[in-house]
């Protein structure tokens, strides 16, 4: 029988910890150290950005995160299941249960139409094909494309094919949402629309929302925002100080 991890729980609500994490691509001279024992936590309920130059090893920690890249050292806790510890077909069971991921390059498949990629989700979850489509339409009426159901990712300008992927993203209500540059492609009114449903979705009990991001029109959404810099957590602003750097960052 399939493993079901979608009630896993830590017992402080604790969302995601990422303790000591190390990760090394390449060999040689070619080596690169993108996460130098980078520690990160965040919280169920929490809307938590992430920020720092280009480099500095962002998408790298939300790929670990979400399992979708082995790391080096380190441990990775998810609603209180340790990631060490699974096989990586259990880490894919775990991700399907319990993730959305936006990615940077949207990775929507080509020869499907809106719906069909926005019903991926529920489909690999074990949804029939007719109850994954009509909440994929919900979804994308949602995110303003409902004029875009049987277009092609081809034929839908880079803001739309972004509003796609937060609707794959989304569709399944995953606990945990991470986003890679959610907004990048949108104008502002789509941008705010967008920001708005993801903080709606980290505020439900038990969900928690991890958005990388360089547009400062995002930062007033924020719980916590953690600052990297070179493969390291630089600062975590909370509070006060958050509140401070929201207004400096204007
Ligand atoms: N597949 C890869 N192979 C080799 N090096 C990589 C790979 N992916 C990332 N890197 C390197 O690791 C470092 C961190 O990359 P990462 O993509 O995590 O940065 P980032 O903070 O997301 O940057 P950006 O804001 O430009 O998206 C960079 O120096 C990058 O060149
Ligand atoms: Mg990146």
């Avoid at 094919?161 to 569709?171: K, M």
């Avoid at 945990?176 to 009990?205: F, K, N, V, W």
Wanted: with cysteine.
């Amino acid at each position: 029988m399939k493993s079901d991890y979608s009630h896993t729980h830590a017992p402080d609500g604790t969302a995601v910890r990422a303790d000591a994490v190390t990760k090394t691509y390449g060999k040689g001279d070619s080596r690169t150290v993108a996460l130098k024992q980078t520690s990160f936590s965040t919280r169920e309920g929490e809307l938590h950005l992430v920020v720092g130059p280009s480099g500095c090893g962002k998408t790298t920690l939300l790929s670990v995160v979400a399992g979708t890249l082995a790391w080096d050292q380190g441990q990775i806790e998810v609603f209180g299941l340790t990631l060490n510890g699974l096989s990586q077909a259990e880490i894919t069971t775990f991700r399907r249960q319990n993730i959305g991921f936006i990615f940077q390059q949207f990775n929507l498949i080509p020869t499907l139409t809106t719906v069909e990629n926005v019903s991926v989700p529920l489909l690999l979850n074990g949804h029939p094909r007719a109850v994954a489509e009509t909440r994929a339409v919900e979804m994308l009426k949602e995110v303003g494309l409902a004029d875009k159901l049987t277009k092609r990712p081809s034929d839908l300008s880079g803001g739309q094919q972004q509003r796609v992927a937060i609707a794959r993203a989304l569709v399944h209500q995953p606990r945990l949402i991470i986003c890679d540059e959610p907004t990048s492609a949108l104008d502002s009114t789509t941008g705010h629309h967008i920001m708005d449903l993801l903080a709606g979705a980290a505020r439900a009990p038990g969900r928690c929302v991890i958005i990388v991001t360089h547009d400062n029109r995002t930062y007033g959404f924020a719980d916590r925002i953690t600052e990297m810099e070179d493969g390291r957590v630089k600062h975590v602003y909370a509070g006060p100080e958050l509140h401070t750097f929201i207004q400096s960052h204007r």
